[in-house]
């Protein structure tokens, strides 16, 4: 089992930029696709972006299509959100994830998340 800690949230006004960090434990990080979800008050949650192992392949939702990206640096067990544009409807827990094959939904270890806040 792998630990995932996200970091990086916070208050940001609208248009503004965070990037968030997944940092992982474990030596088989750089063999697993990663992805970013998000759950906002009250809905349920939703897929925001993966990346595959070695950071080749990436795939985002159509929300967030253009003003995210998602990076991965394998040599420090590490995957990033990079959100820019940010948008009122974007305010949510954000949270990594580790993917067991590429293409599937099997996410199998999941962090504790982090409060992104965007103000209008």
């Known amino acids: 089992q792998v630990q995932l800690v996200e970091s990086g949230g916070g208050l940001v006004q609208a248009g503004g930029s965070l990037r968030l960090s997944c940092a992982a434990s474990?030596?088989?990080?750089?063999?697993?696709?990663m992805g970013w979800f998000r759950q906002a008050p009250g809905k349920e949650r939703e897929f925001v972006a993966a990346?595959?192992?070695?950071?080749?392949?990436?795939y985002y939702a159509d929300s967030v299509k253009g003003r995210f990206t998602i990076s991965r640096d394998n040599a420090k067990n590490t995957v990033y959100l990079q959100m820019n544009r940010l948008k009122p409807e974007d305010t949510a827990v954000y949270y990594c994830?580790?993917?067991?094959?590429?293409?599937?939904?099997?996410?199998?270890?999941w962090g504790q998340g982090t409060q992104v806040t965007v103000s209008s």
């Open positions: 990346i595959s192992w070695n950071g080749g392949r990436t």
């Open positions: 474990g030596r088989t990080f750089s063999i697993y696709a």
């Open positions: 994830a580790r993917n067991t094959a590429w293409g599937t939904e099997d996410y199998d270890s």
